[in-house]
């Protein structure tokens, strides 16, 4: 089952069963994946305004009334929006991935960590300044630390090996109160990229007197 389809399926169960908790869901989705990854899916589900909290209980969900109608009347504009957001991940669990990778192999710096990252967990997006910075927030919190002869290598620490050993709710809340690896220069800097990627992207069409509609804004 692809990311895709897992979150279809997560979607499905709350069509069925209305609001759920966390717990629930994860014993409803139990077999169909890992749950470290499903909770990361509800989590993308939540932020990308599929389901949404309670109001009452910010430990249950239900689907938002646009994606209840949504999953009703028109599925495949569903999935065209799980689509978009298949690459996407959690803050948390972006860390999470980086604490396995270290649990799993010799201490790394941040380069090989990055190329061990992308060939163990392909299906995500990641760079260096993402990885380097997860790993000073990960330092910071003491769930990883230098080597003392290769200052440039990282290790897990005793902390970091006690957090993978939580259960996966508790897991992931811990890692939530990590900051964001994003902070607002980074993301005013990464608009602007997109910009003026798309800026050159209209010049060229318009400089070679492209007037096709699909080339425009809508």
């Known amino acids: 089952m692809n990311v895709s389809e897992r979150r279809r399926k997560i979607l499905d169960i709350f069509l069925k ?3 759920l ?38 430990n249950k969900l239900k ?20 689509s978009k957001i298949v690459h996407e991940i959690s803050p948390w669990y972006r860390k999470l991935t980086i604490l396995t990778i270290l649990n799993e192999s010799p201490p790394a710096d941040a380069e090989e960590i ?15 300044q993402i990885v380097t910075t997860s790993l000073r927030i990960l330092e910071s919190r003491i769930y990883i630390s230098r080597m003392e002869k290769e200052l440039h290598k990282f290790r897990l620490t005793d902390k970091g090996k006690n957090l993978l050993m939580m ?7 811990e ?5 964001d690896e994003f902070p607002d220069e980074y993301k005013t800097f990464f608009i602007l990229h997109i910009v003026r990627k798309h800026w050159k992207i209209g010049r060229f069409y318009s400089s070679n007197g492209c007037n096709d509609n699909r080339f425009r804004s809508s």
């Open 63 to 82: 689907l938002r009334s646009v994606t209840e109608k949504q999953m009703r009347d028109d599925i495949k504009r569903i999935s065209q929006r799980l």
């Open 114 to 128: 990055l190329h061990m990252l992308k060939s163990t967990f392909s299906h995500l997006h990641w760079s260096l």
């Open 175 to 179: 890692l939530k109160k990590l900051e």
């Open 21 to 58: 908790s966390y717990e629930e869901i994860l014993d409803e989705m139990s077999g169909f994946g890992n749950e470290m990854e499903m909770l990361n899916d509800m989590d993308n589900l939540v932020f990308f305004r599929f389901l949404e909290h309670l109001k009452e209980d910010n």
């Open 17 to 19: 069963k209305g609001s």
């Open 167 to 173: 259960p996966p709710l508790e897991k992931a809340l």
